[in-house]
T-cell receptor, first 114, second 114 residues
Framework: GDSVTQMEGPVTLSEEAFLTINCTYTATGYPSLFWYVQYPGEGLQLLLKATKADDKGSNKGFEATYRKETTSFHLEKGSVQVSDSAVYFC?????????????FGQGTILTVHP | ETGVTQTPRHLVMGMTNKKSLKCEQHLGHNAMYWYKQSAKKPLELMFV???????ENNSVPSRFSPECPNSSHLFLHLHTLQPEDSALYLC?????????????FGPGTRLTVT
């Protein structure tokens, strides 16, 4: 079945540091890939997405590229801010008749210090 | 109201109580979902409704009973819960677009079973 593996957290960085959160997946067919972010006390918000190989999703300075050859969708940001502190989830959707069912990774807690 | 709303935001109930969680989406979507988010566990998909019809039930105990009276509203009826059911319950909605779905989440209901 489908699965998503994220790097273990928590990740602690200083402000303006470079961020990478690794995500690899296993899926049948050609899934769509997503990064969601959850701020304290809130639900999940879609951060970015990519629907086919070599697509790059980007939003708010975050980027991730759909790499079919390595089955990866790593999240990057060049300079993090304290306000980026949150939990980040990688997810995939296999499409077809799955009605958009999302398979999530376990989440990575990011803490950014001033 | 915009997006996906959930009420109540917090709920404390005893094991013999009956309560309901409500979700409403204002996005014109045709699919809705219930997820359970427990500490230190990946998000678990509980139910999927497409066009008001339940299309997936992920082996959820019968003490959780979903209801989708129309495409904008989703309920989760709770009865005789166990302490391990304490969690954040998230509702989401989506619309198929070119074979891909993008889910939008509500803020969640924090449930505590005593």
């Amino acid at each position: 079945g489908d699965s998503v593996t994220q790097m273990e957290g928590p990740v602690t960085l200083s402000e303006e540091a470079f961020l990478t959160i690794n995500c690899t997946y296993t899926a049948t067919g050609y899934p769509s890939l997503f990064w969601y972010v959850q701020y304290p006390g809130e639900g999940l918000q879609l951060l970015l997405k990519a629907t086919k190989a070599d697509d790059k999703g980007s939003n708010k300075g975050f980027e991730a590229t759909y790499r079919k050859e390595t089955t990866s969708f790593h999240l990057e940001k060049g300079s993090v801010q304290v306000s980026d502190s949150a939990v980040y989830f990688c997810a995939l959707s296999s499409g077809g008749t799955s009605y958009g069912k999302l398979t999530f990774g376990q989440g990575t807690i990011l803490t950014v210090h001033p | 109201e915009t997006g996906v709303t959930q009420t109540p935001r917090h709920l404390v109930m005893g094991m013999t109580n009956k309560k309901s969680l409500k979700c409403e989406q204002h996005l014109g979507h045709n699919a809705m979902y219930w997820y359970k988010q427990s500490a230190k566990k990946p998000l678990e998909l509980m139910f999927v409704y497409s066009l008001e019809e339940r299309v997936e039930n992920n082996s959820v105990p019968s003490r959780f009973s979903p209801e989708c009276p129309n495409s904008s509203h989703l309920f989760l009826h709770l009865h005789t819960l166990q302490p391990e059911d304490s969690a954040l319950y998230l509702c989401a909605s989506s619309q198929e677009l070119a074979g891909a779905y993008e889910q939008y989440f509500g803020p969640g209901t924090r449930l505590t079973v005593t």
